[in-house]
């Protein structure tokens, strides 16, 4: 069987990946951070529609965490993908001169640093280059990186430019090895995301400024990285999807 890992998959964006994913064949490694028992739901999900799935915590910012997220994906089958979704706006919205250092160097660590290690884990297991079988890569990206998010979190806004040209330049570098690399970039996405910024109402208040009037769905998010793992999007590589309503 397949097997996908994803990291951040207990709850939001992570979550409704998994549970397609599972659906349609892949054996799911559900990483989390430290909310094990919504990442137990998730796997329980699986389990009982008839999937397969386990739950794994670690970090990914932590170089061994990574590690052990993948040497024990390799004892379900042969890796078929990453979803690098693991994320963090920091909790602090607000200006740029207001910004604790240690956030941002979290936010960095997380959103930068997770995407590098899990992406280097992978291609180390699925690259035709050092044995493997191939594979797709999708990362979790996000609008704000065009936008800069001005007010709110230019420092996770940034964490996400480097997200998509660490997506673009990994593609090239492994195009020609069987791996695809691509991102998604959300919009606004009705996830625990916003409230854990102390901004519960943050997507009722953009509602209006997106040109479809309304957040997405993570199901939404999720059929888009569902769709760029799966040879359908055999020729797509290196390329950001927004998924955004149009904003
Ligand atoms: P969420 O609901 O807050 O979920 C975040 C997930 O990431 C959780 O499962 C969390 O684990 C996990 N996580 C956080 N830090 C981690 C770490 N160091 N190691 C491993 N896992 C970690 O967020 P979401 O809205 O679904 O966001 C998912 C991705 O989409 C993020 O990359 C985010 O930047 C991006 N995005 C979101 C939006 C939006 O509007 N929601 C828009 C654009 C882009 P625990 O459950 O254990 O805490």
Not at 30 to 57: C, F, L, Q
Not at 169 to 175: H, P, S
Request: aromatic share 4%.
């Amino acid at each position: 069987m397949s097997v996908l890992i994803v990291t951040g998959g207990g709850r939001g964006i992570g979550a409704a990946v998994c549970r397609r994913a599972a659906a349609r064949g892949y054996s799911v490694v559900i990483n989390y951070a430290s909310d094990e028992a919504a990442a137990e739901r998730v796997r329980d999900d699986v389990v009982a529609a008839g999937g397969k799935a386990v739950a794994v915590a670690g970090d990914v910012s932590d170089e061994a965490d990574v590690r052990r997220l993948f040497d024990g994906a390799a004892e379900l089958g042969d890796l078929a993908g990453l979803v690098a979704n693991a994320g963090v706006t920091g909790n602090t919205p607000g200006r740029l001169d207001e910004q604790d250092v240690r956030v941002v160097r979290r936010v960095l660590e997380v959103n930068v640093l997770g995407v590098f290690l899990c992406a280097r884990e992978a291609v180390r297991r699925m690259s035709t280059r050092h044995g493997g079988q191939g594979g797709a890569i999708v990362t979790v990206s996000s609008t704000a990186a065009g936008r800069g998010s001005p007010g709110e979190w230019v420092h996770y806004a940034a964490s996400k430019a480097a997200v998509d040209t660490l997506t673009y330049g990994l593609a090239l570098e492994v195009a020609a090895e069987g791996v695809r690399v691509n991102a998604v970039a959300p919009g606004t996405v009705e996830t625990g995301l916003h409230a854990a910024a102390g901004l519960p109402d943050r997507p009722r208040l953009r509602a209006p400024l997106i040109p479809m009037r309304r957040v997405g769905t993570p199901e939404e998010i999720a059929e888009g990285v569902l769709w760029l793992l799966s040879p359908d999007a055999s020729y797509v590589t290196g390329a950001v999807l927004p998924i955004s309503g149009g904003l």
